[in-house]
């Protein structure tokens, strides 16, 4: 009863503080600020800011909070002197906090609406009001679909969707998806309804078909606060029966080779799943059955040729096809690959006169794939598309021709047909042009020629200048030899020990039972050795090349050795330096400072003279010297070994002289002689040693130079030292 007449007095002290107010003038001693409008799930709590300043020694006496909506206006709380009177549907659910903040607990769709925030001060007579909204959320329902067919749809017929959504504030916004993609094609406007917060949204599928089977359709149902309300969804997974979709695969291929095993496979799509599977061999307008049951493949062991053709699969479960596209049926075509086979035959051989036209052999062949047909001509390799024919006959088409019939990776077949051209002769090649021999030579002239049957006779004519022909036959200059070739005959006119009188024009002439043919071949005077034959001069050619070549080379080599004569790089063949018969030799050292000159004579096979006590040259003999003098001694002894005092050695080529028979040069003494035995008596050399200027190249001496009849010492200048 207390707290009543508390509330009561609270009232009053209320009314009048707000009539103080009204009407008294006075400076406002208070400000209130409010927060933003709150929007909370129906259910949950909510907090309305409201804050308050105050002027310097002002303290507030009241807050209230009071409620406004479209129909009604009420107190919610008042706190007086720090006590809290809830008023109506408030009590135990709101109360002031956080200075003068409104916090509702358990807010119902009725607490929807506006609140304001009053704080007065009555000692100062002033007093601030703010206001702020609240919005109260209620959760939809989850959404639900219903379909217009209450089981499995069929494909071909229409199908429609429909979306509903119960009890949401704010009323969702539905959206369909066809799995995680949204839908505008047949998605219509939605339906609300305010008063029963109801929402509807349809989706027709026109129709339905085979590819609706089994898929997802999702309809989402959003309030539009995601943080306080969630997006709710219904799905709907379609069961669509449709017929048979069928095709057919083949292994290794639809076109396989003979004796393979083939194997198709008839691949379904249906719902239900197939309660039967036909596998037919197509012949026009009929159909042999093969295989029943629900078997999907069928195989052809080692297929045959007969096995080509068009197989089907059919498929059946019981739903009656709405269009052709899905008639359960699949066909394929198998093309059976085998071997080329030729099936012409020939009368042989073909026999065609020389110079007429060979009609068409046409080559016919069976096989799959159609056969590539060619003709070759044996021994030669030459191909002919099919048929084979020629315009002209020639002795160069007579022979075996294969036509080959191939195809793929198959073995070839091949028929032989044999051309026998008979006709009068036929020399080959064109005339030749003039060729010509060397005089006091041997010359030939070959005429090739083939004919069919051989000629039985070939002749040869010289023909002057009137063109009056003579006949030549064997013998005097002239020889006539004939060879058998095995599609004709060689003869080839020789003529000994040519002579101008032999220059001329001549004519071979060669006859059969069928004709003749002739050739002529111009002869005339030439540097050189000539074979000639109807072919023409290769060979002739062949000998101008290889001539002007060698002459070419020798007109460097002559370059090249009066070049070096001119510098000194070539030696001389030296003047002998005593009035002694006999040949000489000059040799040139750099590294010696000396130049020999060496005088070889016969002595009448004497007694060899002494040796030489001293020998004029620089600290080394020439190698040469020594290769010309004392190479005995390294060669084999067979120009003589040279005498030196018992016990005392020989020189060695190249080598300093140190021995008795060899000391050390000086220039004062006069020139010394030698003597030397050879191996086939006593021959004498007589060696003479004079000063020289030193020479700045090395020693060159050609074995023609020294022209000695000593086979040693021939070989000796050979050496790379000469």
């Given at each position: 009863?207390?707290?009543?007449?508390?509330?009561?007095?609270?009232?009053?002290?209320?009314?009048?503080?707000?009539?103080?107010?009204?009407?008294?003038?006075?400076?406002?001693?208070?400000?209130?600020?409010?927060?933003?409008?709150?929007?909370?799930?129906?259910?949950?709590?909510?907090?309305?800011?409201?804050?308050?300043?105050?002027?310097?020694?002002?303290?507030?006496?009241?807050?209230?909070?009071?409620?406004?909506?479209?129909?009604?206006?009420?107190?919610?709380?008042?706190?007086?002197?720090?006590t809290?009177?809830?008023?109506?549907?408030?009590?135990?659910?709101?109360?002031?906090?956080?200075?003068?903040?409104?916090?509702?607990?358990?807010?119902?769709?009725?607490?929807?609406?506006?609140?304001?925030?009053?704080?007065?001060?009555?000692?100062?007579?002033?007093?601030?009001?703010?206001?702020?909204?609240?919005?109260?959320?209620?959760?939809?329902?989850?959404?639900?679909?219903?379909?217009?067919?209450?089981?499995?749809?069929?494909?071909?017929?229409?199908?429609?969707?429909?979306?509903?959504?119960?009890?949401?504030?704010?009323?969702?916004?539905?959206?369909?998806?066809?799995?995680?993609?949204?839908?505008?094609?047949?998605?219509?406007?939605?339906?609300?309804?305010?008063?029963?917060?109801?929402?509807?949204?349809?989706?027709?599928?026109?129709?339905?078909?085979?590819?609706?089977?089994?898929?997802?359709?999702?309809?989402?149902?959003?309030?539009?606060?995601?943080?306080?309300l969630?997006?709710?969804?219904?799905?709907?997974?379609?069961?669509?029966?449709y017929?048979?979709?069928?095709?057919?695969?083949?292994?290794?291929?639809?076109?396989v080779?003979?004796?393979?095993?083939?194997?198709?496979?008839?691949?379904v799509?249906?719902?239900?799943?197939?309660?039967?599977?036909?596998?037919?061999?197509?012949?026009?307008?009929?159909?042999?059955?093969?295989q029943?049951?629900?078997?999907?493949?069928?195989?052809?062991?080692?297929?045959?040729?007969?096995?080509?053709g068009?197989?089907?699969?059919?498929?059946?479960?019981?739903?009656?096809?709405?269009?052709?596209?899905?008639?359960?049926?699949?066909?394929?075509?198998?093309?059976?690959?085998?071997a080329?086979?030729?099936?012409?035959?020939?009368?042989?051989?073909?026999?065609?006169?020389?110079?007429s036209?060979?009609?068409?052999?046409?080559?016919?062949?069976?096989?799959?794939?159609?056969?590539?047909?060619?003709?070759?001509?044996?021994?030669?390799?030459?191909?002919?598309?099919n048929?084979?024919?020629?315009?002209?006959?020639?002795?160069?088409?007579?022979?075996?021709?294969?036509?080959?019939?191939?195809?793929?990776d198959?073995?070839?077949?091949?028929?032989?047909?044999?051309?026998?051209?008979?006709?009068?002769?036929?020399?080959?090649?064109?005339?030749?042009?003039?060729?010509?021999?060397?005089?006091?030579?041997?010359?030939?002239?070959?005429?090739?020629?083939?004919?069919?049957?051989?000629?039985?006779?070939?002749?040869?004519?010289?023909?002057?200048?009137?063109?009056?022909?003579?006949?030549?036959?064997?013998?005097?200059s002239?020889?006539?030899?004939?060879?058998?070739?095995?599609?004709?005959?060689?003869?080839?006119?020789?003529?000994?020990?040519?002579?101008?009188?032999?220059?001329?024009?001549?004519?071979?002439?060669?006859?059969?039972?069928?004709?003749?043919?002739?050739?002529?071949?111009?002869v005339?005077?030439?540097?050189?050795?000539?074979?000639?034959?109807?072919?023409?001069?290769?060979?002739?050619?062949?000998?101008?090349?290889?001539?002007?070549?060698?002459?070419?080379?020798?007109?460097?080599?002559?370059?090249?050795?009066?070049?070096?004569?001119?510098?000194?790089?070539?030696?001389?063949?030296?003047?002998?330096?005593?009035?002694?018969?006999?040949?000489?030799?000059?040799?040139?050292d750099?590294?010696?400072?000396?130049?020999?000159?060496?005088?070889?004579?016969?002595?009448?096979?004497?007694?060899?003279?002494?040796?030489?006590?001293?020998?004029?040259?620089?600290?080394?003999?020439?190698?040469?010297?020594?290769?010309?003098?004392?190479?005995?001694?390294?060669?084999?002894?067979?120009?003589?070994?040279?005498?030196?005092?018992?016990?005392?050695?020989?020189p060695?080529?190249?080598?300093?002289?140190?021995?008795?028979a060899?000391?050390?040069?000086?220039?004062?003494?006069?020139?010394?002689?030698?003597?030397?035995?050879?191996?086939?008596?006593?021959?004498?050399?007589?060696?003479?040693?004079?000063?020289?200027?030193?020479?700045?190249?090395?020693?060159?001496?050609?074995?023609?130079?020294?022209?000695?009849?000593?086979?040693?010492?021939?070989?000796?200048?050979a050496?790379?030292?000469?």
């Amino acid at each position: 009863m207390a707290g009543r007449a508390f509330v009561q007095l609270s009232a009053v002290l209320a009314f009048l503080a707000s009539f103080v107010v009204l009407f008294v003038d006075i400076e406002a001693a208070v400000t209130v600020s409010v927060g933003p409008g709150q929007t909370v799930l129906k259910g949950n709590t909510v907090v309305l800011q409201c804050t308050y300043s105050v002027s310097t020694g002002a303290q507030v006496d009241i807050i209230t909070w009071s409620f406004t909506s479209t129909t009604e206006g009420r107190e919610v709380v008042t706190m007086l002197a720090n006590t809290q009177s809830v008023f109506g549907t408030y009590e135990g659910r709101a109360s002031i906090t956080e200075q003068a903040s409104l916090r509702i607990e358990n807010v119902g769709e009725e607490d929807e609406g506006t609140y304001r925030c009053t704080v007065k001060v009555l000692s100062e007579g002033s007093a601030d009001t703010k206001a702020v909204d609240l919005t109260v959320l209620v959760a939809a329902s989850t959404p639900t679909i219903i379909s217009t067919v209450n089981s499995a749809a069929r494909a071909g017929d229409d199908l429609t969707l429909t979306c509903r959504s119960d009890g949401g504030k704010p009323l969702p916004t539905l959206t369909w998806f066809n799995g995680t993609q949204p839908m505008e094609t047949g998605v219509e406007d939605a339906t609300t309804n305010e008063a029963a917060r109801q929402v509807i949204r349809d989706l027709t599928l026109s129709p339905v078909t085979r590819f609706e089977n089994q898929a997802s359709f999702v309809c989402r149902a959003d309030q539009g606060y995601p943080d306080q309300l969630q997006v709710q969804s219904a799905e709907q997974v379609l069961d669509v029966q449709y017929p048979p979709v069928a095709s057919i695969s083949s292994a290794p291929d639809s076109s396989v080779k003979e004796t393979n095993t083939l194997t198709l496979t008839c691949m379904v799509q249906s719902n239900p799943a197939a309660s039967q599977i036909r596998w037919l061999k197509v012949n026009g307008d009929s159909s042999d059955v093969l295989q029943t049951g629900l078997t999907t493949t069928y195989v052809i062991p080692k297929i045959t040729r007969s096995q080509n053709g068009t197989y089907r699969c059919e498929a059946s479960n019981g739903v009656i096809p709405r269009d052709r596209e899905s008639n359960g049926q699949a066909t394929v075509n198998i093309d059976v690959y085998y071997a080329p086979k030729i099936s012409s035959s020939f009368v042989q051989p073909f026999r065609v006169d020389f110079g007429s036209s060979l009609p068409p052999i046409e080559c016919a062949a069976e096989g799959n794939p159609t056969p590539d047909l060619q003709w070759v001509q044996v021994g030669t390799g030459r191909t002919f598309n099919n048929p084979l024919s020629f315009a002209t006959m020639s002795y160069g088409e007579e022979g075996t021709f294969t036509c080959q019939a191939s195809a793929l990776d198959f073995p070839k077949d091949t028929v032989n047909v044999t051309i026998d051209v008979k006709g009068r002769p036929d020399i080959i090649g064109n005339r030749p042009e003039a060729q010509e021999f060397k005089e006091g030579k041997t010359a030939q002239v070959v005429c090739e020629i083939q004919a069919d049957p051989r000629p039985s006779r070939v002749e040869w004519f010289l023909m002057d200048s009137s063109d009056n022909r003579a006949i030549i036959t064997t013998g005097s200059s002239y020889r006539i030899i004939q060879e058998n070739l095995p599609n004709g005959m060689k003869s080839t006119l020789k003529i000994d020990s040519v002579k101008p009188e032999h220059s001329g024009r001549y004519v071979c002439k060669a006859t059969n039972t069928y004709g003749e043919d002739e050739q002529f071949f111009d002869v005339t005077l030439q540097a050189a050795d000539v074979v000639t034959t109807a072919r023409g001069s290769d060979t002739t050619m062949v000998i101008i090349i290889v001539v002007v070549v060698l002459l070419l080379l020798l007109l460097l080599v002559g370059i090249g050795v009066m070049l070096a004569h001119k510098r000194g790089l070539l030696p001389c063949k030296g003047e002998p330096e005593t009035g002694k018969g006999g040949r000489y030799v000059s040799y040139r050292d750099e590294n010696v400072t000396n130049e020999f000159s060496i005088e070889m004579a016969d002595k009448d096979k004497s007694p060899t003279a002494p040796l030489p006590s001293r020998v004029e040259s620089s600290h080394y003999i020439p190698t040469p010297l020594v290769a010309a003098s004392y190479e005995a001694r390294l060669s084999g002894a067979s120009f003589g070994e040279p005498r030196s005092p018992p016990g005392e050695g020989k020189p060695s080529d190249g080598k300093k002289v140190n021995s008795p028979a060899f000391p050390e040069p000086t220039t004062e003494e006069p020139p010394v002689q030698g003597g030397y035995r050879g191996e086939d008596g006593l021959n004498n050399a007589e060696l003479e040693l004079s000063s020289r200027k030193p020479a700045s190249r090395r020693p060159i001496v050609e074995p023609k130079d020294m022209d000695l009849d000593y086979p040693t010492l021939r070989q000796q200048t050979a050496s790379p030292y000469v």
